[in-house]
């Protein structure tokens, strides 16, 4: 696995990097010919052509911009889809779908192993960012845990608020068989060669006992 740079985000729900996150992109990001996103949505082609552009927007307001974006969906030839990965700057798992559909979807396009070898940076977001991990549970579909592409340690539940009671709740239940990191949105773990920095809220939950995150935790994660 070569990617030397890996992003987890939440979410962006006013559709904006803030600033902390930005300062770490363009640290970062030194090339940027072409990004290429990956949808958890397959068939919504529409949709994906529209949040395509609004997340690459997201860079180009930040003077991020790339020469080329584009998204692989069920459109996509698997020669093509190949093709993209292997030569992206950076790959961005997107959300808003079901976390196996978009495992599929990189497995059926030919470019689960160009993924996992590429020279890109990885980025996902909400279920992108769930797949990145070693062991996703998607609690949306079930609590059954199921193998990710394995870019970080972090089993994560996306979207965390702590006046949401179903989903506080579930992530609970999903804390009972593994340690999670529930992170709230605008929050982000940025990995690069072992060392791991956070950005916003994020919690470490064990057990149903839900805290915040800490130096000692991350430390124990980088090791």
Not at 19 to 38: A, D, G, N, P
Not at 201 to 222: G, P
Request: aromatic content about 10%.
């Amino acid at each position: 696995m070569r990617a030397n740079f890996v992003a987890v985000f939440s979410g962006f729900p006013e559709h904006h990097f803030s600033e902390e996150i930005t300062m770490r992109l363009r640290q970062e990001l030194k090339e940027r010919k072409s990004i290429v996103f990956i949808t958890a949505c397959p068939l919504d082609y529409e949709q994906n052509d529209d949040d395509c552009d609004g997340m690459h927007e997201m860079f180009v307001e930040q003077g991020l911009a790339f020469e080329n974006h584009c998204v692989i969906d069920k459109r996509t030839d698997p020669s093509e889809a190949k093709k993209l990965v292997e030569n992206a700057d950076c790959i961005f798992l997107m959300g808003g779908g079901v976390c196996e559909e978009q495992l599929e979807l990189i497995r059926e396009k030919g470019c689960y192993d160009a993924l996992l070898h590429c020279r890109a940076a990885i980025f996902g977001v909400s279920a992108g960012s769930m797949n990145l991990a070693k062991t996703v549970v998607d609690f949306f579909e079930s609590l059954e845990p199921f193998e990710g592409l394995g870019f970080t340690n972090t089993t994560v539940s996306c979207h965390h608020d702590p006046e949401d009671s179903w989903r506080y709740e579930k992530t609970l239940e999903m804390s009972e068989d593994r340690v999670v990191y529930a992170m709230e949105d605008m929050s982000a773990f940025f990995l690069r060669e072992g060392k791991i920095d956070v950005v916003g809220k994020i919690y470490r939950v064990e057990n149903r006992v839900l805290r915040l995150l800490t130096e000692e935790d991350i430390r124990e994660l980088e090791g």
